[in-house]
């Protein structure tokens, strides 16, 4: 069986207009949305200037700008394509970085200033990364399943990757994916902080550039496999032909100047898809305008395309509708699949003197037709250096042998390394296989060091979080004894840095712009404790962050097993870091966490699992401590899918993030309700992280033989997840 | 505040605000370069070097080529200090 992977539907909500037709049109034409910013004052810093969208209606609370944009995006995508919820397993991927941070970020200094204030609750029903899917499942669902992620500006190029995988695998029908983000004074100061903003406006690839311009919107696109697509009789816009995703482990804001990871990517995207820089007829470029992003992608093209790079016409479409941060990568893509199908290239707006050092071919001011738009490649670079490189190609031809065609072999997965770090210590797989036998020890919740087990040099850059994350990484490293430096990374949170952007929005707000710390701003981007990671323990696979109440931790294995099982990287980290917070307790979990959590202190906790394919795992001596023999994700209030696999006989055990209700009302039935149940927080303490714990505790306990097979609950409301561990 | 005073101020600001864990702020010569030499400095250092700066001493830190005439060094951070305080 071959799998090609069609889009047959596409989104926009883009500075330009609403809708796909509304922005293309004005694209083509070349016209710029860039003007001063109106929805918060933005006076005394560097530059005002931002590309808005007009008339985004905010259905009310809960809402954001965000996933209004979201909503109104995958919406068009779904209309244009014909799905039907009803009709098919449809899936649901959104990438962002601001959530719902516009609408929360007064309350938040708020929040940091009185301590003790427990008012407007609901106003923060929009705050969280996941409320993006949320709100675009309660108007567009049921999805079979949602995944919300960031890495920082290739989210939205990360979001169709996760689709393709999702696809290949078999596991849905349908995936609609893209990103969403809307401008807000945390990402605006912050940028303004790094100096990173051009004050006339964004000129990609210009002499004169100075940098970008922050721009919001969202882009979504419906993909599908072809034959499926066929069967139902959809028509294709494009074909997402080959796609590669990886990490410069260089620096947290800066790209690694020689381009030569990016050039890897790239040439790696095209190679997937079965074609060579002689097919690709344009390049929608990540283009930031920064004297330092154009300059590397320029050089990165030259590499990779080698001569053809004289032919080839690259434009940025930033100079007309700015950066939109998370949401870029999948507007790009959108624009990207309508230049192959339209056959007519986008221009880079602001471009008047074409910088004599790129050598690139440009398409400046205004688009024009093209006689061959056949094979197009969208790049999208992220903070951390996380670097998307996406193949669309014109679905109507044969561009090409696709190795994404290719059958889906899918591998055996296997766990090889387990680490928590907590209060009660760094704990690696013996362990964390012993942590709940015991009766639950007095918990002296004290605080957690990572510092001793950190090069200081090298960690100066990290914040708390990114420590702790670091630390528990390379313990599960160390103890898988793998030294794979293309190993993803995969790192869930529930609410993120919410203390700390509470902190940086104050300091906003009570002393004025140009106090905005540049240092501490690239830390409160949701994916900063994935990209401190991959630069610290030098991973270059993908990396990305997770979000899912409290399901974060299994959100995050879950997608590391899937990019190992689909071949898209032969190993990957995967676990979840959670800072105890006062907002959080106070604040976020009354409001996310359903059922009443009494008693247990919140504590600091990061906890890291090794996951690698078993054949690799084999072949290169692993000791092994657990297969994953199953993974199921669901929505609703639904418990785990009929096709949970049973415990065979006895010896098996049911390992939870805490013990609730819930758990018993879900098992009633099943097998596995006989199994005994243990509970990961009576010895750890509270975090929404513990569910990435309990991973960590259950292959290590079938690793070190104290049972057969556990079963992981994860449940958060409206969501859960279903891991079976078996041994190898 | 006398000059020598104001430099090993400003170096003990460099210090805390860049994390430069188990550096003695003294061992930070004058006239050594602060960036892309010996103290493993870069560009977003001199981004938090100058807010910081702003912050304790009341001072606008330009940008460009003068900014970089100014952070060459820590007597020319101490030189800017002075100028701008004092006139």
Redesign the interface.
């Known amino acids: 069986m071959t799998v090609r992977l069609w889009v047959t539907g596409l989104g926009l909500v883009t500075p330009l207009g609403h809708g796909v037709e509304a922005t293309w049109e004005r694209l083509v034409r070349g016209d710029r949305a860039i003007g001063p910013v109106t929805l918060f004052e933005a006076a005394n810093q560097r530059t005002t200037l931002a590309a808005e969208v007009a008339g985004v209606v905010v259905p009310g609370p809960g809402w954001s700008r965000s996933s209004a944009m979201a909503a109104e995006a995958a919406g068009e995508a779904m209309r244009a394509a014909g799905v039907d919820v009803r009709r098919a397993r449809v899936g649901l991927v959104v990438g962002g970085t601001t959530g719902g941070m516009f609408e929360t970020e007064r309350l938040l200094a708020h929040l940091h200033e009185e301590p003790d204030c427990r008012e407007s609750l609901v106003e923060m029903l929009s705050h969280p990364l996941t409320a993006t899917g949320d709100r675009v499942e309660e108007v567009l669902g049921p999805f079979v399943r949602v995944r919300t992620l960031a890495s920082a500006c290739s989210s939205g190029a990360n979001a169709l990757v996760v689709a393709a995988t999702w696809l290949r695998a078999g596991e849905v029908d349908v995936v609609v994916a893209g990103a969403s983000d809307g401008l807000c004074r945390l990402t605006h100061t912050g940028f303004n902080?790094?100096?990173a903003l051009d004050p006339e406006g964004c000129r990609p690839f210009d002499r004169r550039r100075r940098g970008t311009t922050l721009g919001e919107g969202a882009g979504f696109a419906v993909l599908e496999r072809a034959e499926s697509a066929r069967a139902r009789g959809a028509t294709p816009v494009a074909e997402l032909a080959g796609w590669a995703v990886g990490c410069e482990a260089h620096?947290?804001?800066?790209p690694a100047p020689d381009g030569s990871i990016v050039a890897a990517l790239v040439e790696r995207a095209i190679a997937r898809a079965g074609l060579t820089p002689r097919d690709v007829d344009y390049v929608s470029a990540h283009g930031t305008g920064t004297v330092h992003n154009d300059a590397m992608e320029a050089q990165a093209l030259r590499r990779a395309l080698g001569a053809e790079v004289h032919r080839i016409p690259v434009s940025s479409s930033k100079g007309q509708i700015g950066h939109t941060l998370g949401a870029a990568g999948s507007i790009e893509a959108v624009v990207t699949a309508l230049v192959v199908s339209r056959r007519t290239l986008v221009p880079t707006a602001g471009l008047d003197e074409p910088d004599p050092a790129f050598g690139l071919v440009h398409v400046p001011h205004v688009g024009r037709p093209a006689s061959r738009v056949r094979v197009a490649i969208s790049n999208a670079f992220g903070f951390g250096g996380m670097d998307t490189v996406l193949v669309l190609t014109d679905a109507t031809g044969d561009t090409g042998a696709r190795a994404t065609s290719a059958p889906v072999a899918s591998r055996a997965v296997v766990v090889t390394g387990a680490a928590i770090l907590a209060p009660c210590g760094l704990l690696g797989d013996e362990a964390c296989a012993r942590l709940v036998d015991a009766p639950a020890p007095a918990l002296a919740p004290g605080p957690v060091d990572p510092d001793p087990y950190l090069d200081?040099?090298r960690a100066?850059?990290l914040d708390r979080a990114s420590r702790l994350g670091v630390v528990a990484a390379q313990h599960a490293l160390a103890g898988a004894a793998l030294e794979d430096d293309e190993a993803a990374i995969v790192l869930g949170s529930a609410f993120g840095s919410v203390d700390a952007s509470a902190a940086f929005v104050h300091r906003i707000f009570a002393?004025g712009p140009?106090?905005?710390?540049?240092?501490e701003f690239p830390n409160l981007v949701p994916s900063a404790q994935v990209g401190h990671a991959s630069i610290y323990l030098g991973l270059h696979g993908p990396a990305f962050a997770t979000a899912d109440l409290a399901t974060a931790g299994e959100s995050a294995f879950v997608q590391a097993v899937q990019l190992v099982r689909g071949g898209e990287s032969s190993s990957a980290l995967a676990g979840a870091v959670e800072l105890r917070s006062d907002i959080v307790e106070r604040v976020l979990a009354a409001l996310f966490s359903g059922a009443s959590r009494p008693g247990l202190q919140r504590v600091d906790l990061a906890a890291v699992v090794v996951v690698e394919g078993e054949q690799a795992a084999r072949s290169r001596g692993a000791r092994i401590l657990a297969r994953v023999r199953q993974t199921l994700e669901w929505r609703g209030k639904e418990g785990p899918p009929a096709d949970l696999v049973a415990p065979p006989g006895d010896a098996c055990e049911v390992v939870v993030a805490r013990g609730s209700t819930g758990v018993d009302e879900l098992l009633e039935g099943t097998p596995w309700a006989r199994c005994p149940r243990l509970a990961c927080a009576p010895a750890l303490g509270e975090s929404d992280g513990l569910g990435a714990a309990a991973l960590a505790v259950a292959a290590s306990r079938i690793g070190h033989g104290r049972t057969r097979q556990v079963l992981v609950l994860g449940l958060a409301p409206g969501r859960g997840y279903a891991i079976v561990l078996s041994p190898p | 505040m006398d000059p020598a005073e104001l430099r090993s101020a400003i170096k003990r600001l460099i210090v805390a605000e860049?994390?430069?864990?188990?550096r003695d702020p003294e061992s930070i010569e004058d006239d050594a370069p602060l960036f892309g030499g010996a103290l493993?400095l870069?560009?977003?250092?001199a981004?938090?070097l100058a807010?910081t700066l702003?912050?304790q001493f009341d001072v606008r830190v330009p940008?460009g080529d003068e900014a970089r005439a100014i952070f060459r060094s820590v007597r020319g951070i101490a030189e800017f200090v002075a100028k701008v305080r004092g006139g």
Not at chain 1, 514 to 519: D, H, V
Not at chain 2, 42 to 45: A, F, M, P, W
């Open positions: 902080a790094l100096a620096h947290i804001t800066h200081p040099g100066r850059r002393r140009r106090s905005a710390s540049p240092a | 860049l994390h430069l864990p188990g493993g870069d560009s977003l250092d981004l938090q807010m702003e912050e940008e």
